[in-house]
Antibody, heavy 117, light 107 residues
Framework: EVQLLDSGGGLVQPGGSLRLSCAAS????????MAWVRQAPGKGLEWVSA?????????YYAESVKGRFTISRDNSRNTLYLQMNSLRDEDTAIYYC?????????WGQGTLVTVSS | EIVMTQSPGTLSVSPGVRATLSCRAS??????LAWYQQKPGQAPRLLIY???TRATAFPARFSGSGSGTEFTLTISSLQSEDFAVYYC?????????FGQGTKVEIK
């Protein structure tokens, strides 16, 4: 059974940093591209970032986070990461880890990031 | 960026009735279109991919059609558990983009 366990969310001040993690199981993690999708309170879904399979040499970012967020993966730990720097109020959202095939076929339960002073 | 436009924003229907949801792309996404169902407090779940292939967790009353720029999600006879928000996603071009969602509510 595919499982994605998101963690690392919390309350952070504007300008601060946070690193999200996603522990994957139930599939061969290194064989699949992965991504992050977020959902602001009461709003729709927004794709944030994606990383290719295997070595993760290809990464992609939404314009809204480019230069501030970094996606990475550790295939030895079956874990996906999202390093978020220079956080803004508008980054407040539930962040979901998703498996790509190439659509998003499995989703984590989400981790809440709140940016507020 | 490809803009995905869903209509209507809210669909009020009675149980047992057929529901038709629309998703339009600002340029062709071929058949690289997925639909997701999201219930309050839950993560979205994959419903349809490749525009018309139904995910195994969902019953046959759900169907998807279309290609290029026009797509439709049909629920043939709405059940109580189908009341939710539905999103479309194009995964043909970067950035990947979602529609704004259609809320299906009980009439």
């Amino acid at each position: 059974e595919v499982q994605l366990l998101d963690s690392g969310g919390g309350l952070v001040q504007p300008g601060g940093s946070l690193r999200l993690s996603c522990a994957a199981s139930g599939f061969t993690f290194s064989n699949y591209a992965m991504a992050w999708v977020r959902q602001a309170p009461g709003k729709g879904l927004e794709w944030v970032s994606a990383i290719s399979d295997s070595g993760g040499r290809s990464t992609y970012y939404a314009e809204s986070v480019k230069g501030r967020f970094t996606i990475s993966r550790d295939n030895s730990r079956n874990t996906l990461y999202l390093q978020m720097n220079s956080l803004r109020d508008e980054d407040t959202a539930i962040y979901y880890c998703v498996k790509r095939d190439p659509h998003f076929d499995y989703w984590g339960q989400g981790t809440l990031v709140t940016v507020s002073s | 960026e490809i803009v995905m436009t869903q209509s209507p924003g809210t669909l009020s229907v009675s149980p047992g009735v057929r529901a038709t949801l629309s998703c339009r792309a600002s340029q062709s996404v071929r058949s690289n279109l997925a639909w997701y169902q999201q219930k309050p407090g839950q993560a979205p779940r994959l419903l349809i991919y490749g525009a018309s292939t139904r995910a195994t967790a969902f019953p046959a009353r759900f169907s998807g059609s279309g290609s290029g720029t026009e797509f439709t999600l049909t629920i043939s006879s709405l059940q109580s558990e189908d009341f939710a928000v539905y999103y479309c996603l194009q995964y043909n071009n970067w950035p990947l983009t979602f529609g704004q969602g259609t809320k299906v509510e009980i009439k």
